[in-house]
């Protein structure tokens, strides 16, 4: 079964510091890949997403993944973060044979240390 | 332009009683969502629709009904609250340009079960 792992369930970052969030999956074939933000008391926003082609994703905010089919992974990264990226961020997969499904991450809280 | 709004924003139900969570979009899209998400855990597919008229269950469809009589509206009825049911339920909607457009998520209901 397809499974999407976020092994951290909080990071805390000192604002103007580097951020990397760790995502792996689960899934045969090539994975459709998704990051979401979610602020406190809002819904969920996408930041970025990968289907195919370059490897290394710009998103939103001043965020970028990277996927490493190799190692499954598909890690969202920010040079230097700001007090208002605090919230939680989420990982998903679709795929393929899922009926539309987007599999989820448990989610990464970002805590930012002023 | 609202977006995705939901109805209530909290409730407390007691076992036994119904309710009905509302959806309600404007940005013309034909794929709407029901999600539920749980304390450290990712969010769950509950059901989905690809058009009025059109829903299908997803991962968690059991003890929850829809309906879709318009492109606007897509509601989420729970007809015998139990406990397992306390959760945040988020609403999301995406257009039909492709199967993994963006979704586009409302603030969420908060709902206990006591």
């Known amino acids: 079964a397809q499974s999407v792992t976020q092994p951290d369930i909080h990071i805390t970052v000192s604002e103007g510091a580097s951020l990397e969030l760790r995502c792996n999956y689960s899934?045969?074939?090539?994975?459709?890949l998704f990051w979401y933000v979610q602020s406190p008391g809002q819904g969920l926003q996408l930041l970025l997403k990968y289907f195919s082609g370059d490897t290394l994703v710009q998103g939103i905010k001043g965020f970028e993944a990277e996927f490493k089919r190799s190692q499954s992974s598909f890690n969202l990264r920010k040079p230097s973060v700001h007090w208002s990226d605090a919230a939680e961020y989420f990982c998903a997969v679709g795929a393929s044979d899922s009926n539309y499904q987007l599999i989820w991450g448990a989610g990464t809280k970002l805590i930012i240390k002023p | 332009n609202a977006g995705v709004t939901q109805t209530p924003k909290f409730r407390i139900l007691k076992i036994g009683q119904s309710m009905t969570l509302q959806c309600a979009q404007d940005?013309?899209?034909?794929?709407m969502y029901w999600y539920r998400q749980d304390p450290g855990m990712g969010l769950k597919l509950i059901y989905y629709s690809v058009g009025a008229g059109i829903t299908d269950k997803g991962e968690v469809p059991n003890g929850y009904n829809v309906s879709r009589s318009t492109t606007e509206d897509f509601p989420l009825r729970l007809e015998l609250a139990a406990p397992s049911q306390t959760s945040v339920y988020f609403c999301?909607?995406?257009?039909?340009?492709?199967?993994?457009?963006?979704?586009?998520f409302g603030p969420g209901t908060r709902l206990t079960v006591l």
């Open positions: 999301a909607s995406s257009s039909t340009s492709g199967r993994w457009d963006e979704q586009f």
């Open positions: 940005m013309n899209h034909n794929y």
């Open positions: 899934y045969g074939a090539t994975p459709y």
